[in-house]
């Protein structure tokens, strides 16, 4: 059997678990990443149990398993500390087959690296264009090389170029959410600790502990677009004075250095991801607000899903056959997350109320069940 080659554009979570998935699939994958140090990056995330699933189908889970902190289950609290929701760590484990993890954004790219073939990713390289002619795709790289390729996948963001070209939506369809967010990793011990959500009036405050006495947090208020980045620390800091313990603290400890802030943007779905060789996956495909912490898992889930395709099915059956099994679950939790991130910017003192009832009187069966429904891959 001919080799097949793909060349795979970004090496951020969903190009490097693509390449997994395509080598495990039998073909040979190349990734092209445009920063000459991937893992530079000081944010962190958190990844659900679908998301290790999906790292486990990869066999990458352990290294992940190994640097990241499990939270001992989440909780959801009000401003002033009282517990609004609460699913213990044991309940997560039974119900959902595990608890949600936080890691440095930069430990999953380095577990991730660490188990291609050396070779496979080559950095400070950018793809500038790529043409489709009898059944190949020749890539035009940043160096002046190109690539002669089977498949070309796009897992190169939210602004993806390789969309832009496939799809002709470049970066002006981006929906601003009305928000930017803060992230952080503070000199901070928690312990033992669930994942937390703090929603207060017109903001609110994650918080998830990390590995080495750390923890991860991250804040958010509605804000006009680019203001994130000229609002002073002290300023958009203060919104959270008189919060609950350890809120304050945990800003207090952590270093200008280590806090990062984004505008946040989604994109309204769209009814394809692919058109003859060319495949989308992760934020390239699908990008989400952050509100359900779906992002990376989501992107994890499209690579299993599009190696399997294409272990199974020539090239042009395995591309719809991937998008019809991905599109519906992770549009459907696109718009979830939008609708979340909304309900959090309320300011209005009755619909804050509106807010605390809703999630206190959420009846405990179907508020499980639709946890279990995105916390499970397959
Ligand atoms: C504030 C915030 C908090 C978040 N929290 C979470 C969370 O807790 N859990 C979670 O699961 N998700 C979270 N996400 C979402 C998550 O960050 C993304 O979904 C995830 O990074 C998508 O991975 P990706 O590989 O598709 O894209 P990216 O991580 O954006 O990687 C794309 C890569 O492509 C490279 N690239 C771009 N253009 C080119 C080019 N032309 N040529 C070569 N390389 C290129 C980039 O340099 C980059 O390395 C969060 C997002 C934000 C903004």
Same mark, same amino acid.
């Given at each position: 059997?001919?080799?097949?080659?793909?060349?795979?554009?970004?090496?951020?979570?969903?190009?490097?678990?693509?390449?997994?998935?395509?080598?495990?699939?039998?073909?040979?994958?190349?990734?092209?990443?445009?920063?000459?140090?991937?893992?530079?990056?000081?944010?962190?995330?958190?990844?659900?149990?679908?998301?290790?699933?999906?790292?486990?189908?990869?066999?990458?889970?352990?290294?992940?398993?190994?640097?990241?902190?499990?939270?001992?289950?989440?909780?959801?609290?009000?401003?002033?500390?009282?517990?609004?929701?609460?699913?213990?760590? +044991?309940?997560?484990?039974?119900?959902?087959?595990?608890?949600?993890?936080?890691?440095?954004?930069?430990?999953?790219?380095?577990?991730?690296?660490?188990?291609?073939?050396?070779?496979?990713?080559?950095?400070?390289?950018?793809?500038?264009?790529?043409?489709?002619?009898?059944?190949?795709?020749?890539?035009?790289?940043?160096?002046?090389?190109?690539?002669?390729?089977?498949?070309?996948?796009?897992?190169?963001?939210?602004?993806?170029?390789?969309?832009?070209?496939?799809?002709? &939506?470049?970066?002006?369809?981006?929906?601003?959410?009305?928000? +930017?967010?803060?992230?952080?990793?503070?000199?901070?011990?928690?312990?033992?600790?669930?994942?937390?959500?703090?929603?207060?009036?017109?903001?609110?405050?994650?918080?998830?502990?990390?590995?080495?006495?750390?923890?991860?947090?991250?804040?958010?208020?509605?804000?006009?677009?680019?203001?994130?980045?000229?609002?002073?620390?002290?300023?958009?800091?203060?919104?959270?004075?008189?919060?609950? &313990?350890?809120?304050?603290?945990?800003?207090?400890?952590?270093?200008?250095?280590?806090?990062?802030?984004?505008?946040?943007?989604?994109?309204?779905?769209v009814?394809r991801w692919s058109?003859?060789?060319?495949v989308l996956?992760?934020?390239?495909a699908h990008?989400?607000?952050?509100?359900?912490?779906?992002?990376?898992?989501?992107?994890?889930? &499209?690579?299993?899903?599009?190696?399997?395709?294409?272990?199974?099915?020539?090239?042009?059956?395995?591309?719809?056959?991937?998008e019809?099994?991905?599109r519906?679950?992770?549009?459907?939790?696109?718009?979830?997350?939008?609708?979340?991130?909304?309900?959090?910017?309320?300011?209005?003192?009755?619909?804050?109320?509106?807010?605390?009832?809703?999630?206190?009187?959420? +009846?405990?069966?179907?508020?499980?069940?639709?946890?279990?429904?995105?916390?499970?891959?397959?």
């Open positions: 059997m001919t080799t097949r080659r793909a060349l795979i554009v970004g090496g951020g979570p969903a190009g490097l678990a693509t390449a997994l998935a395509l080598r495990d699939a039998g073909w040979t994958a190349e990734v092209v990443e445009r920063s000459v140090d991937p893992s530079a990056s000081g944010v962190a995330l958190t990844l659900w149990p679908n998301a290790l699933a999906a790292l486990a189908a990869l066999r990458a889970d352990k290294p992940v398993r190994e640097a990241g902190c499990p939270a001992e289950g989440n909780q959801i609290r009000a401003a002033d500390g009282r517990v609004l929701d609460d699913v213990p760590g +044991p309940v997560m484990a039974e119900r959902f087959g595990g608890r949600g993890l936080a890691l440095l954004r930069a430990d999953l790219v380095a577990a991730l690296r660490d188990q291609l073939s050396p070779g496979t990713l080559r950095t400070g390289v950018r793809c500038v264009g790529w043409t489709e002619t009898g059944g190949r795709v020749r890539v035009d790289l940043s160096d002046g090389g190109t690539a002669t390729v089977d498949l070309l996948v796009g897992a190169d963001g939210i602004r993806s170029a390789v969309r832009r070209q496939l799809l002709g &939506d470049g970066p002006d369809r981006l929906r601003y959410a009305g928000y +930017p967010v803060w992230r952080g990793v503070a000199r901070h011990d928690l312990g033992v600790a669930p994942g937390l959500l703090t929603m207060g009036r017109a903001a609110q405050f994650g918080l998830f502990p990390l590995t080495g006495g750390r923890a991860y947090w991250f804040a958010t208020m509605p804000m006009r677009r680019g203001w994130g980045e000229r609002v002073p620390r002290r300023v958009w800091s203060a919104r959270f004075d008189g919060w609950h &313990d350890p809120v304050p603290r945990v800003l207090a400890a952590t270093p200008d250095e280590d806090i990062v802030v984004t505008d946040i943007y989604d994109r309204a779905p009814p058109a003859g060789r060319v996956v992760g934020d390239a990008p989400s607000t952050p509100n359900l912490g779906q992002g990376t898992c989501q992107a994890l889930e &499209d690579a299993v899903v599009l190696g399997r395709c294409l272990r199974e099915h020539p090239v042009e059956q395995a591309l719809p056959r991937y019809a099994a991905r519906r679950r992770a549009d459907g939790l696109t718009r979830q997350a939008r609708m979340l991130g909304r309900v959090g910017t309320w300011g209005n003192p009755a619909a804050c109320w509106l807010r605390e009832q809703m999630i206190r009187r959420a +009846p405990a069966g179907p508020r499980l069940r639709q946890m279990a429904e995105m916390f499970a891959f397959e």
